[in-house]
């Protein structure tokens, strides 16, 4: 089992930057870093998925791509979000998810694929 927990969160103006963590706790958290991804929920929206990573690469929603970049440490047991070029349209509960322990080579932002959630850190974009 792992437990993530996100932070990093909070409110900035319109071309800002902001760094989102995601910290995996648990006897073998870095079984579960390989394959995470990052989703957002913005106000009245489902929740989408906007970075990912596993074996192979990264991948990202194109309202995100170029402007966000997920990334791990080397102990493998936190997972970033550079998240640059912030807009009002970002806003939302950010949640970082694992797919579990273990390898996954397809590239997925779909929420059923991904099976351990953080509890989320708010990012509030103004204009």
């Known amino acids: 089992q792992v437990q993530l927990v996100e932070s990093g969160g909070g409110s900035v103006q319109s071309g800002e930057s902001l760094t989102l963590s995601c910290a995996l706790s648990?006897?073998?958290?870095?079984?579960?870093?390989?394959?995470m991804g990052w989703f957002r929920q913005g106000p009245g929206k489902e929740r989408e998925g906007v970075a990912g990573?596993?074996?192979?690469?990264?991948f990202y929603s194109d309202s995100v791509k170029g402007r966000f970049t997920i990334s791990r440490d080397r102990a493998k047991t936190t997972l970033y979000l550079q998240m640059d070029d912030l807009r009002p349209e970002d806003t939302g509960l950010y949640y970082c998810a694992s797919r579990g322990s273990g390898l996954f080579y397809r590239a997925t932002l779909e929420e059923s694929d991904y099976r351990y959630w953080g509890q989320g850190t708010q990012v509030t974009v103004s204009s």
């Open positions: 648990g006897r073998t958290a870095y079984d579960y870093s390989a394959s």
């Open positions: 990573r596993n074996a192979n690469a990264t």
